[in-house]
T-cell receptor, first 115, second 113 residues
């Protein structure tokens, strides 16, 4: 079916506001990842979900960032009290854990701008 | 030292030439290596992966891996303007408990018509 989808594609918010970013992985993919990409930079890992296991949150930059994954499918990344340095493209990826190698398929991203 | 090092470029090559993109990594436990291509304003897409020492060819692309030297490269033969993009290197240990990829910052390739 369809690839990884993300919404919204663009989000402009004011400093101090909370935002929610949504990711819908490829059907059947049990692993889901969030990355962040600042302008001209590489991808920075944020958080990883796999099935019912506890998520790997080791990449979250501060406690203002949190994510959840409901029903093993859709995931929401929440940023509270946004700061200007949070401005970036937030990318979601999914993969089949049973794959012999970990090919990750990326969504189109959400471009977040904090004014 | 960064975990994954790539020359940021831009690497400029004429159309039809061979483009050589290089990547070094610090984690000796890395088992698989991915090359992603990212067009400006787009999300990354996987173009090659390699897990054995030596060369792996796929069409105009050849990935080369030397685990002893902790070095992986991507060669693009007969470069086309449509190959102009940023190429991201991502090694992984394959550890199921930590399957996120660590990406290099990427090399920007410009193929001149």
């Amino acid at each position: 079916g369809a690839g990884v989808s993300q919404s919204p594609s663009n989000k402009v918010t004011e400093k101090g506001k909370d935002v929610e970013l949504r990711c819908d992985p490829i059907s059947g993919h049990t692993a889901l990842y969030w990355y962040r990409q600042s302008l001209g930079q590489g991808l920075e890992f944020l958080i990883y979900f796999q099935g019912n296991s506890a998520p790997d949150k080791s990449g979250l930059p501060s406690d203002r960032f949190s994510a959840e994954r409901t029903g093993g499918s859709v995931s929401t990344l929440t940023i509270q009290r946004t700061q200007q340095e949070d401005s970036a493209v937030y990318l979601c990826a999914s993969s089949l854990v049973t794959s012999a190698y970990n090919e990750q398929f990326f969504g189109p991203g959400t471009r977040l701008t904090v004014l | 030292q960064k975990e994954v090092e790539q020359n940021s470029g831009p690497l400029s090559v004429p159309e039809g030439a061979i483009a050589s993109l290089n990547c070094t990594y610090s984690d000796r436990g890395s088992q698989s290596f991915f090359w992603y291509r990212q067009y400006s304003g787009k999300s990354p897409e996987l173009i090659m992966f390699i897990y054995s020492n030596g060369d792996k060819e796929d069409g105009r692309f050849t990935a080369q891996l030397n685990k002893a030297s902790q070095y992986v490269s991507l060669l693009i033969r007969d470069s086309q303007p449509s190959d102009s993009a940023t190429y991201l290197c991502a090694p992984t240990t394959g550890d199921t408990g930590r399957r996120a990829l660590t990406f290099g910052s990427g090399t920007r390739l410009q193929v001149q018509p």
